[in-house]
């Protein structure tokens, strides 16, 4: 030997693993941007569906029309001002007025109560009312007007006595799962599915492309790493971040939404893990056959949110769709996630009511790391 | 007799119908700096990455540091360093940070990454900048600190791919002196390039042409042998009979 030199160590694939997961943490600590990401997404999202993006209609303003004020017109209209719903913004006295009002935007109903509203209600059994909703928002005007059918209908209950008989016809709607109509925790697992699905495929593709673009891929494949540890490395610390991202979501739904306790948490946070493991994947695939971290995140984006946001069944029923976007809509993995999410955390079911999109998802995972794996080698050689 | 570090016997490597490198035979002695010169599209980096272990031969024998590159890549691997044209190191983690993590993939243990780190720092007299991210440093900088870290782990033989693109000519100067300094220890270097110069450091060179080694020897000899005055004229004149082209 021409030269005297230490012999290499065997070297360890652990204590590989610790340098680069450490070294992965590291960059993720100081990289500010990427940690309000991954930290600060899921409570702006959950704040945002949680208050701002609510379905119910609170607080509108509504105009009273009487020509002749009695005891039950006054009862009914404090009732309906009484509601969360409603404001009481004034009386009128025409129906051009309240057209007026409508066009100022200041009213989206006006309750026009006929004259001898009291008598008739009193002695004929029924009377007449007319909702006025300002239609231009149809939605709006509908679940407007439905909440002060409803009201009515009350206020006609309590009033009780043999002479006043409840309308014709007798509409009992029960709501399942949901009986307040209370929309604001009921997007939670939806939200949670979107949350992991862009954060898990996003951050893992887009640091694993940074590695390609700065030349540090090629400098990690000839070193005597394996390249199992490099995935796995890469995989560890968003999945870690992933679960605390979960674990953050479900503490502003029980502390800030008042979802109804009674799911099975170890439950949720295995299935959640299940899913963390297939975006990570799908990451990794993204990251082997992209070569530019815009393209990444770009393909995340547009490429992952979209689908999972139209055929998770979070925002649009999947069964409204046509067929062939129904059939789309099975290799989604955000729609089984979403259902196995929603049966866990809003209907309260054990793990036999999940077991089949449980194993689709299982599938699909191994799968994605099957398919992450194999581009992974081709890209090497 | 001399020890051969990087040898190459008839190493071929095809993509399809395209021969990439096409027979080629060299031999790098121990200790030796080797410029691995040729044009783009002439083969080299197809070359590097079998010597690499990253590539296998399509046929043809490739042995680095006593290893053969088809059969024992992972062992190649625990003996070579590698710096890239891009100085890669991690931009948002320090110096030292970088130097930890590179000395702890080849597997030093804590005791000896210590003590790397130290001699890293104090002998690129980098004290100040230590703690400091690399994204910050000038790009000298970096490339001084990426060689260090190629060679952390005491390689047998250190693969340069055109370490000194981008840079000024001191710096290019300092850097070649790190290069003397390694080689002088007894590491081999194994260097590509496009400055010419840089070339008549090297104490041999080799000068790739349509995937094969159209000259190989010491700088003065070939240019003595072709009647040139310089290796960019022997370079030119070698290339131009190139029929296919480089990206």
């Known amino acids: 030997m021409a030269t005297d030199r230490r012999a290499l160590p065997h070297v360890s694939g652990v204590k590989m693993f610790r340098a680069f997961v450490l070294k992965e943490a590291k960059h993720v600590l100081r990289d500010r941007r990427s940690l309000f990401i991954l930290l600060g997404l899921p409570v702006v999202m959950m704040l945002l569906f949680g208050f701002a993006l609510s379905n119910e209609v609170k607080n509108s303003n509504f105009v009273v029309l009487d020509r002749a004020p009695d005891a039950s017109t006054v009862g009914l209209a404090d009732r309906i001002a009484e509601s969360s719903y409603f404001t009481y913004s004034g009386r009128v006295d025409s129906e051009a007025e309240i057209a007026s009002w409508f066009r100022r935007g200041d009213a989206r109903l006006a309750v026009m109560f006929p004259p001898n509203f009291d008598h008739d209600l009193r002695h004929l059994g029924h009377a007449q009312i007319r909702l006025i909703a300002d239609a231009s928002d149809p939605n709006t005007a509908s679940t407007v007007t439905n909440y002060a059918t409803a009201i009515v209908a009350q206020y006609q209950t309590e009033l009780g006595g043999s002479h006043v008989r409840p309308g014709a016809i007798a509409v009992e709607t029960r709501m399942l799962y949901n009986p307040q109509l209370k929309s604001s925790y009921m997007f939670v697992p939806g939200v949670m599915t979107l949350i992991l699905m862009l954060l898990g495929a996003m951050m893992t593709s887009v640091s694993i492309v940074r590695e390609k673009e700065r030349g540090t891929m090629e400098v990690l494949l000839v070193s005597p790493m394996n390249p199992l540890i490099l995935i796995l490395g890469k995989a560890v610390p968003y999945l870690v971040l992933c679960l605390i991202d979960v674990l953050i979501i479900l503490a502003l739904s029980y502390g800030l939404l008042d979802l109804p306790t009674g799911a099975n948490l170890p439950l949720l946070l295995a299935e959640s893990l299940l899913f963390i493991v297939a975006t990570l994947s799908l990451g990794l695939v993204i990251s082997n056959v992209v070569q530019q971290q815009q393209t990444a995140m770009f393909v995340s984006l547009v490429g992952l949110l979209m689908p999972s946001l139209v055929f998770s069944g979070f925002m649009f029923p999947i069964e409204n769709m046509p067929l062939p976007l129904q059939v789309i809509s099975h290799v989604v993995p955000t729609r089984w996630f979403y259902q196995i999410a929603s049966n866990i955390m809003i209907k309260h079911l054990g793990f036999a009511a999940i077991v089949k999109p449980t194993l689709i998802l299982a599938g699909m995972t191994l799968g994605l790391i099957a398919i992450a794996w194999r581009t992974f080698k081709q890209r090497l050689s | ?247």
């Open chain 2, 1 to 247: 007799m001399t020890e051969w570090v990087i040898e190459a016997e008839n190493l071929t490597r095809r993509f399809g119908d395209f021969t990439a490198v096409n027979a080629i035979n060299l031999q790098v002695a121990a200790g030796e700096i080797f410029g691995f010169l040729g044009a783009n599209g002439a083969g080299k980096t197809t070359a590097m990455r079998i010597f690499c272990g990253l590539l296998e031969p399509t046929s043809g024998r490739a042995t680095v540091a006593g290893f053969d590159a088809m059969t024992q890549a992972e062992q190649i691997k625990r003996q070579i360093g590698y710096m890239s044209q891009k100085f890669s190191l991690y931009g948002k983690l320090t110096v030292k940070q970088n130097i930890r993590f590179f000395a702890g993939i080849y597997g030093l243990s804590g005791q000896q990454v210590k003590h790397k780190t130290t001699e890293i720092v104090e002998r690129l007299g980098l004290a100040t900048a230590a703690d400091k991210l690399v994204d910050d440093l000038p790009l000298g900088w970096k490339q001084r600190i990426s060689f260090a870290v190629a060679t952390v782990h005491q390689p047998k033989v250190v693969f340069l791919d055109e370490p000194t693109g981008g840079v000024d000519p001191i710096v290019r100067r300092q850097f070649w002196d790190m290069i003397f300094e390694a080689a002088s220890r007894g590491m081999t270097v194994f260097v590509t390039t496009h400055y010419m110069d840089e070339a008549e450091y090297c104490d041999r060179v080799s000068i790739m042409v349509d995937g094969s080694v159209a000259a190989i020897g010491k700088p003065a000899d070939l240019c003595a042998e072709h009647g040139v005055a310089n290796v960019d004229e022997l370079f030119v004149a070698l290339a131009r009979k190139a029929t296919r082209h480089g990206d």
